[in-house]
């Protein structure tokens, strides 16, 4: 009898186990089409086990610019090509334009930028008129004043640190002869700024890691002295309790997209590996143990673009195809394996976010 008993109780252990480790590799992507002539949408695939996309926005040019989808995304932020910001709700589709409790205007400046904490509950951003902090609803709204970068610095983009407490700025430098953006973190609680990056490489889609302790820059040198050409693009991971130094043995070249792995401690990205191809490819933190993801069949893609790390870490999601407009999402294993389709019909897809699924 005793044997018996313990016969179920395994059995019942290992349906639990199997019936739990699917949902664990459950999670839930949220893209756009990048098309060059036509509306571009916002959509989302609910369920990365199943075979379906749902559109959430039906409105020509939404979902084109600085997009932010709240960790478990219920709710998504952009603005479009009327200049206006809008709040959509997920689970509704529910739009609703709120860019008056942004800014004292009818609409945004083309250079305006932004970004939320991480609890979703405050916003920075700037509309050309200098850095602002306020609450969501739009009350308690401050202005963040940074003397050695004067009046109303150009700031290209803004990331809110996953810890809360800073702000990383990416600011152009417009009076040399060869212009670029320089990278700054910027601490809300003392004031204190600190340069990472100079402004002689156009240094921009900076991340932080989950742990707010390193940052990931994509940078781009000159061709040469007094030329705008852009050279290749480089990776760097930078940490900016040591401002402007960066791991000496990593400057990945010509490599793009890069995404924190859940823990911090990896980053994966692309890069070009020439004769037309391009292949994924996973770093260590600390600059070692870089490797390529094999993809199977789709080995060698001309084109492949977004990766993201999903929520548990054990899968990549990206784009591929021939080009930026014939493209599909495809899931693969970290270590290469399961390799497969999330899409079946090409477009030019981006990928913004991917989440768990609630």
């Excluded at 960790?71 to 739009?95: P, Q, V, W």
Aim: proline residues 6%.
């Amino acid at each position: 009898m005793k044997k018996i008993l313990l016969f179920i109780i395994i059995c019942l252990f290992m349906i639990t186990l199997s019936s739990c480790a699917p949902a664990s590799r459950r999670f839930e992507i949220i893209f756009i089409t990048n098309e060059t002539v036509g509306p571009t949408d916002i959509y989302r695939i609910p369920n990365n086990t199943k075979n379906n996309i749902e559109q959430l926005t039906f409105t020509p040019n939404m979902g084109k610019y600085q997009l932010l989808v709240s960790k478990n995304g219920g709710e998504i932020i952009f603005n479009d090509d009327s200049r206006h910001i809008y709040l959509l709700d997920t689970a509704s589709k529910k739009l609703v334009d709120i860019t008056n409790v942004l800014i004292k205007y009818t609409m945004v400046w083309d250079w305006f930028t932004m970004d939320w904490s991480q609890d979703q509950k405050q916003f920075a951003f700037d509309n050309g008129e200098g850095l602002k902090l306020m609450n969501f609803d739009g009350t308690n709204k401050r202005d963040i004043s940074i003397p050695s970068l004067g009046e109303n610095p150009n700031i290209k983009e803004i990331e809110w640190s996953p810890d809360g407490k800073k702000l990383l700025l990416v600011l152009e430098e417009t009076r040399q002869v060869q212009p670029g953006w320089g990278l700054f973190v910027y601490d809300l609680a003392s004031g204190e700024l600190n340069q990472l990056t100079n402004y002689q490489a156009g240094c921009y889609e900076s991340k932080w890691s989950p742990t707010s302790q390193q940052v990931a820059v994509i940078c781009q040198t000159y061709a040469g002295p007094n030329t705008d050409m852009l050279g290749p693009s480089i990776i760097h991971i930078l940490n900016p309790k040591n401002p402007g130094q960066s791991y000496g043995n990593l400057a990945l070249s010509s490599c793009w997209d890069t995404s924190w792995s859940p823990d911090g401690k990896q980053l994966a990205f692309e890069c070009d590996k020439g004769n037309n191809q391009e292949g994924l490819f996973i770093i260590n933190s600390d600059g070692n143990g870089l490797h390529e993801v094999k993809l199977g069949d789709l080995e060698h893609p001309p084109f492949l673009r977004y990766p993201f790390w999903s929520p548990d870490g054990t899968q990549i999601v990206f784009v591929a195809g021939t080009d930026y407009q014939h493209t599909n999402i495809y899931s693969v294993n970290v270590d290469g394996s399961n390799n497969h389709p999330l899409t079946h019909q090409t477009d030019g897809y981006q990928i913004v976010a991917v989440y768990p699924v609630p």
